[in-house]
Every structure is written in structure tokens, then in C-alpha cells.
């Protein structure tokens, strides 16, 4: 094969090359993307709607960037309203499209006083749901060892709308754990 490249004339290698070099320039030509524009490609920042419900100054829907947290939400329904109960909810949330962001009151933290005994009305300790063992997660109403086992697995936790996730816990549970854990 080296004989019959040695054997190629000067002449007929200059125009093999050229040759070369044109169809090797047109197929680059012809990947290149039709578009000009030499900046990266931009990634489509949606919107999106949320709830906001409880303990803020104007409840409602709101429209809020892509990846906004708990705290532009409360801030845009007019910051947290005299009855809130700020400590229950993580500001450092972020939001998704179409979730309800719940502000809860102080008096969800005092537990009713119907048909309670004055020693049941002691305030009760926040458990926090991302440090706490397995046998103290069974103090709180509705949790047993399994739940508490499913509990542990789905740390961490940031928000009510997280504990929502694991499975078996419903609405009415929610409901009852919200005054009692903390994040």
C-alpha cells in the first residue's frame, strides 16, 4: 500500500487532497444546527400557583416563580397574621405547582380542653420528626412501630406537605400531628 501511495503523483495527491478536504468541510456543514445563536440553550422558567391557606393576612391562590419558597409565598399573602404560628412552618420550603401552604395557628399548639383533665392540658413538647427515634415517634397520635419505621425512612422533612407523602398518613392524621412535630 506504501508503493502505491509513493506511486501517486504530487499533482494527483494536491487534488485528492482538496477533495478531501471539500467533503470533509461539507460534512461538517451539514451537522451544524441551522440556528445561529451561540449562547447556551435557555431553560424555560415557568410559573407556578399555589394556596395559600391559614394564619396569613390575605389567604388565595398566588403565581410565584419556579422554585420559590414557603417564605416569598407567606410574604406575597400579606406575611403571617397576628394568630400565626410561625415555628410550624419551614420558610425554606420550596414550593411546588398546585400545593397548599398551610399556616397554622398558636391555638393549634394548645391541646382542647373539653373533657380533658387539667393534667392532660399541660402543653406538650414538639417532637421533631427528623431526630427523633422510633419510640419516641410513637407518642404521637396514630403512630405506631410501623409508621414510625416508615417515618424514619423518609427523612428528612421539611414541612407538613412532606409528612402528607408517606404513605398512610392522611388528611385526618395530618391533622392531628401538625400541633405535635416540629421539622
Partial sequence: MLKQFMAIKPKELAVTAALLAAVGGAGFWALKPANNDTTPFKLEQKQITVNVAGEVNKPGLYT???GARAQV???AAGGY???AEPSLVNP???LEDGEQLRVP???ALEPSSAGTSSASNAPTERINVNTASASELQNLPGVGPKMAA???AGRPYSS???LDKVKGIGPSMLKKLEPRVKF
Fill in 150 to 152: 416508615k417515618l424514619i
Fill in 73 to 75: 409565598a407567606i410574604r
Fill in 64 to 66: 410565584l416563580p419556579f
Fill in 92 to 94: 425554606a420550603a420550596i
Fill in 105 to 107: 395557628s398558636k391555638n
Fill in 81 to 83: 397574621s397576628a394568630k
Fill in 160 to 162: 407538613m406537605n412532606d
